[in-house]
């Protein structure tokens, strides 16, 4: 039995990233993306408009749905400022796995909370489980046919509260049209798109940021 994508992206990490430092382990991997394998991380064109969107909302708690191989879950975390806390979920063991030892090569593991675990299922635990009140920074990059419904979900368990910010990936490649009409139509959002590419290629996508009014 061979290496799947996620080991071989990990060992790409150990070989080429610091440990202890989370840009050299950004930069390993964007790498390794774009001159050996793809994959269906952020990336560094979408990362850079995260890292701003990061940056401008402070977060004390943040959550991310969908961590793949950890990469977004990273670029968070380096943000976050002291004693703030990065949930997140990850539905398929193998890449949680991957994922954990990508988060730990970064020193990151005392910010960051990766919990296995359908989203619909967990979302409903966040208060009994963490101690959330509210989460002030929302990254979906899960199943594109969820965020809708755990946009919803987020609502319903008054986990968001005014001036909660939600960053989708990818509303244009692969998309996400359910949510986008929903956010966009909303009167409870104030929505905007951030134009860019499908990460390591000239495919456009991009990222849409929502507000919650309240
Ligand atoms: O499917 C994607 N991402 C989702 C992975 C995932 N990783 N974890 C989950 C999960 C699903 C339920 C969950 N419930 C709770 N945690 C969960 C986590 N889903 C995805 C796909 C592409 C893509 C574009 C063009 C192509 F030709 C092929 C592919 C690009 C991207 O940026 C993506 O994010
Ligand atoms: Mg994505």
Known sequence: TGSTRPQRLLRAVQ??????????????????????????????????????????????????????????????????????????????????????????????????????????DLIPQMKDLFGVQSFDFVFLDHWKDRYLPDAKLLEECSLLRKGSVLLADNVICPGTPEYLEYIRNSPRYESRYFKSHLEYTKVEDGLEKSVFLG
């Open 15 to 120: 070989k080429n990233a610091t440990q202890g430092d989370p840009q050299s382990v950004i930069n390993a991997i964007d790498h390794f993306c774009r001159h050996k394998e793809w994959a269906m991380n952020v990336g560094d064109e979408k990362g850079s408009i995260l890292d701003s969107v990061v940056s401008e909302v402070n977060p004390s708690t943040a959550l991310e749905l969908g961590t793949y191989c950890g990469y977004s879950t990273v670029r968070i975390a380096r943000l976050l400022p002291p004693g703030s806390q990065l949930i997140t979920l990850e539905f398929n063991p193998a890449y949680a796995a991957v994922a954990k030892q990508v988060i730990g090569w970064a020193g990151l593991q005392d910010k960051v909370q990766l919990v296995e675990g359908p989203s619909g």
